[in-house]
């Protein structure tokens, strides 16, 4: 039990805590699935003797030769998505980012030049590789102060952390929880807004927006996909339709058994997923030590028609899937690439 916790708390931490959700969810009631989906329509995967796994494609939404140089337009009147606002004077030079997304939103736009230190989860692009980190809980405002920062990027988890960042006078930014694809870009609009990179952010947004259209043009003739169980982490906890990660199920024409559960990352049981009986699971937990051997070990697991055809399929870089930032249409694609071999081939 212990263990199940430590692992839920890492995967909830870095799918949502730490990436910008407030702790609304943070500790989702035991939610059953109630409806039993529809049959599936569309064969998935056919089962092979190495269970499907997969890594993600290099980032296609990154900074490139076509962004443009910044806006020097300031000062200006900044209004975050929490309806907090604040004047800049001017680009902000010394960036703290407590946020893996904002991280990778901050790089991608090009402005990884300001960024002088991240949290310990932040670990793409390479180059955050040689910057200071900061663990969740040890991440203060001495800390912060001593790096001389002018502005830092918090997330849920993070609100005493905020409210004391800006009485001290440095500006600080919370970013509320992207529970959609929409939400993401709203983050990087936000950014490329604080940053002088407006330009940048609409080039990033643009691109995504082409991946992830090029990805459901390859789905046209699909009517309905596979169930799928989406699993978190081995206490069987899921994904929503009310959450970005859902909605990447749904773009894929997944039947997600957990789609309607009151919150967005419910808590399942195995009789409920005994009886929505998926024909896909979907392992976002194999970087944490499950993969598809484990999970045919459990009693009573036997029984699903995943794990009686092999279709228990391990995501091996669940940063790419979970994380709300500008890699969201290659994890798209890398869930696509698993679920839809031929299509994706």
Same mark, same amino acid.
């Given at each position: 039990?212990?263990?199940?916790?430590?692992?839920?708390?890492?995967?909830?931490?870095?799918?949502?805590?730490?990436?910008?959700?407030?702790?609304?969810?943070?500790?989702?009631?035991?939610?059953?699935?109630?409806?039993?989906?529809?049959?599936?329509?569309?064969?998935?995967?056919?089962?092979?003797?190495?269970? @499907?796994?997969?890594?993600?494609?290099?980032?296609?939404?990154?900074?490139?030769?076509?962004?443009?140089?910044?806006?020097?337009?300031?000062?200006?009147?900044?209004?975050?998505?929490?309806?907090?606002?604040?004047?800049?004077?001017?680009?902000?030079?010394?960036?703290?980012?407590?946020?893996? @997304?904002?991280?990778?939103?901050?790089?991608?736009?090009?402005?990884?030049?300001?960024?002088?230190?991240?949290?310990?989860?932040?670990?793409?692009?390479?180059?955050? +590789?040689?910057?200071?980190?900061?663990?969740?809980?040890?991440?203060?405002?001495?800390?912060?102060?001593?790096?001389?920062?002018?502005?830092?990027?918090?997330?849920?988890?993070?609100?005493?952390?905020?409210?004391?960042?800006?009485?001290?006078?440095?500006?600080?930014?919370?970013?509320?929880?992207? #529970?959609?694809?929409?939400?993401?870009?709203?983050?990087?609009?936000?950014?490329?807004?604080?940053?002088?990179?407006?330009?940048?952010?609409?080039?990033?947004?643009?691109?995504?927006?082409?991946?992830?259209?090029?990805?459901?043009?390859?789905?046209?003739?699909?009517?309905?996909?596979?169930?799928?169980? =989406?699993?978190?982490?081995?206490?069987?906890?899921?994904?929503?339709?009310?959450?970005?990660?859902? +909605?990447?199920?749904?773009?894929?024409?997944?039947?997600?058994?957990?789609?309607?559960?009151?919150?967005?990352?419910?808590?399942?049981?195995?009789?409920?997923?005994?009886?929505?009986?998926?024909? #896909?699971?979907?392992?976002?937990?194999?970087?944490?030590?499950?993969?598809?051997?484990? #999970?045919?070990?459990?009693?009573?697991?036997?029984?699903?028609?995943?794990?009686?055809?092999?279709?228990?399929?391990?995501?091996?870089?669940?940063?790419?899937?979970?994380?709300?930032?500008?890699?969201?249409?290659?994890?798209?694609?890398?869930?696509?690439?698993?679920? =839809?071999?031929?299509?994706?081939?």
């Amino acid at each position: 039990m212990l263990r199940f916790k430590t692992v839920f708390l890492t995967i909830l931490f870095s799918l949502f805590v730490i990436s910008g959700c407030s702790n609304s969810d943070s500790v989702p009631t035991p939610a059953a699935a109630t409806a039993t989906p529809a049959a599936a329509t569309a064969t998935p995967a056919a089962a092979t003797a190495t269970p @499907a796994a997969a890594t993600a494609t290099p980032a296609a939404a990154t900074a490139n030769s076509n962004l443009s140089d910044r806006n020097d337009s300031f000062p200006k009147t900044i209004t975050d998505l929490t309806g907090d606002s604040f004047v800049l004077d001017g680009i902000p030079k010394n960036v703290v980012s407590i946020s893996p @997304a904002a991280t990778e939103i901050l790089f991608a736009i090009g402005a990884g030049d300001s960024v002088i230190a991240v949290d310990s989860f932040s670990n793409f692009p390479v180059e955050t +590789e040689s910057l200071p980190k900061l663990g969740f809980q040890d991440a203060n405002t001495e800390v912060i102060v001593s790096y001389g920062a002018d502005l830092v990027i918090t997330t849920g988890g993070h609100e005493e952390l905020t409210q004391q960042l800006k009485t001290l006078g440095i500006t600080t930014v919370l970013l509320d929880g992207a #529970v959609s694809i929409d939400g993401i870009y709203l983050h990087i609009s936000l950014l490329g807004e604080i940053m002088g990179l407006e330009n940048n952010a609409e080039v990033i947004i643009t691109n995504m927006r082409k991946q992830i259209g090029a990805i459901e043009r390859k789905l046209e003739d699909v009517e309905n996909g596979p169930s799928v169980f =989406y699993e978190l982490d081995p206490g069987l906890w899921s994904v929503s339709s009310d959450s970005f990660v859902g +909605e990447l199920l749904n773009i894929l024409k997944l039947r997600n058994i957990a789609a309607d559960s009151a919150s967005s990352y419910p808590q399942m049981n195995l009789e409920s997923i005994i009886a929505e009986n998926p024909d #896909v699971i979907l392992l976002a937990d194999f970087q944490y030590g499950e993969n598809s051997e484990s #999970v045919k070990a459990r009693p009573g697991w036997e029984v699903i028609s995943a794990v009686q055809n092999n279709q228990i399929l391990e995501i091996r870089d669940a940063d790419v899937v979970s994380r709300p930032g500008p890699r969201v249409g290659n994890g798209l694609e890398l869930i696509g690439k698993l679920i =839809y071999p031929d299509i994706f081939d």
